[in-house]
């Protein structure tokens, strides 16, 4: 009889600990969940920033490129062209090499927005992937036994009003490229 007590107890004690041990691992997984959704926010900040700050500046040097274009061209046919009466200027011009705008720094630009987008949209899911996490801890059992009681993750998606109203409506406009 003492025996069986003794068992019994020495079961329910490892028993308990086990149950103890796992709780605990729950508790931190919990734990590291939301520390890195914080994390992942505050990275986004980051990302977002660096995007509109390389845009911006990439589009401000070829502002600057197409405005130095202009005043040089100008200038260059001014000169080259008032001088010479005698001759057919347009003929002229026609003969001759002149300057090319060029516009790689249109398609660089193109490809920055692109490409940053794209990072910044990784970046997004990656944060909903973690509340994803977080919230599968929290709501299923037996781990919603030791965390579910937690509040769920507070995440801010960065998107455009244009989207939010689509999704408000559930209609979708037809969008005029040209």
């Known amino acids: ?17 086990t149950f103890g041990v796992i709780g605990v691992g729950w508790s931190n ?57 005698g001759n057919n200027p347009t003929f002229k011009w026609i003969k001759e090499h002149n300057p090319d705008f ?15 987008r794209a990072e910044f949209a990784m970046v997004q899911k990656r944060l909903l992937d973690i509340k994803k996490e977080h919230d599968n801890l929290r709501q299923r059992f037996p781990s919603s036994l030791i965390v579910g009681s937690r509040k769920a993750l507070d995440i801010k998606i960065v998107t455009s009003t244009k989207t939010e109203e689509t999704f408000a409506s559930g209609k979708e406009e037809n969008v005029d490229v040209f």
């Open 1 to 17: 009889m003492k025996i069986g007590i003794i068992v019994t107890l020495v079961v329910l004690v490892i028993v308990g600990i």
């Open 29 to 85: 997984t919990e734990i590291e969940l939301r520390n890195l959704a914080e994390a992942q926010q505050e990275s986004n900040k980051v990302i977002y920033d660096k995007v509109w700050k390389v845009i911006k500046q990439k589009a401000q040097i070829t502002d600057k490129y197409a405005k130095d274009f202009k005043s040089v061209y100008n200038g260059m046919m001014e000169k080259r062209y008032s001088a010479d009466k």
């Open 102 to 116: 060029s516009v790689e720094m249109y398609k660089d630009i193109a490809d920055a927005v692109e490409g940053l």
